[in-house]
């Protein structure tokens, strides 16, 4: 088993920037394909980032790029997402998950999920 827990939400000002943690304690992450989703109240689950086991790889939802960036420490067991030049429409619950089916970045088939922490930014 795995469990995934996320921090560094907050409430922020568009133009501010934050960065988020996902830790994980049982399972190690070190093999696996790690991602950030975000859901916006009302909309649907998107996937924001994805970073391949050894961070050699990542994609991005064309609505953050160049503003997020995905990153690991297999050592840590940990995964961050640093987002800059926060939108209001970046407003959401943001979620880490960890796909141990596929190490295709392009995957959907994600196993694992954290409970979620809150990004709210204000204009």
């Known amino acids: 088993q795995m469990q995934l827990v996320e921090s560094g939400g907050g409430s922020m000002q568009a133009g501010d920037s934050l960065r988020l943690s996902c830790s994980s304690s049982?399972?190690?992450?070190?093999?696996?394909?790690m991602g950030w989703f975000r859901q916006a109240p009302g909309k649907e689950r998107e996937r924001v980032a994805a970073?391949?086991?050894?961070?050699?790889?990542?994609l991005y939802a064309d609505s953050v790029k160049d503003r997020f960036a995905i990153s690991r420490d297999n050592a840590r067991n940990t995964v961050w997402l640093q987002m800059n030049s926060l939108k209001p429409e970046d407003t959401g619950s943001y979620y880490c998950?960890?796909?141990?089916?596929?190490?295709?970045?392009?995957?959907?088939?994600?196993?694992?999920w954290g409970q979620g922490t809150q990004v709210t930014v204000s204009s």
């Open positions: 970073i391949s086991w050894s961070g050699g790889s990542s």
């Open positions: 998950a960890a796909n141990t089916r596929s190490d295709n970045l392009a995957s959907m088939s994600y196993t694992y």
């Open positions: 049982g399972r190690s992450i070190t093999t696996y394909t």
